[in-house]
């Protein structure tokens, strides 16, 4: 079995989205308010929605979404924005 080779675009992007970001304060507050949010919407949905297997994706989706968007603040100097 041959090794795959990385290439270079590749190794840059799992080097930003593996490094642990220090944040800045109004990144943090931008991150809360995500939180807060994803919260929000969570208890909505245990509110409103019958258990079972749906309502348990559907708070895994809300999770995820709170991940990624937490991630691409944090990460968007990286990406030379801000």
């Keep these: 079995m041959r090794k795959k ?3 270079d675009r590749a190794l840059r992007d799992l080097e930003v989205w593996f490094k642990a970001w220090t944040v800045t304060y109004e990144q943090e507050s931008r991150i ?10 969570a ?3 245990v509110a409103t929605v ?6 348990d994706a559907a708070i895994l989706r809300v ?5 990624l968007a937490r991630d691409a603040v944090s990460n968007e100097l990286a990406h030379g924005q801000a």
């Design 5 to 7: 080779t990385i290439d």
């Design 50 to 55: 019958p258990d079972g297997a749906d309502r």
């Design 63 to 67: 999770r995820e979404a709170m991940l």
């Design 32 to 41: 809360i308010r995500l939180r807060k949010a994803a919260f929000d919407l």
């Design 43 to 45: 208890h909505v949905i």
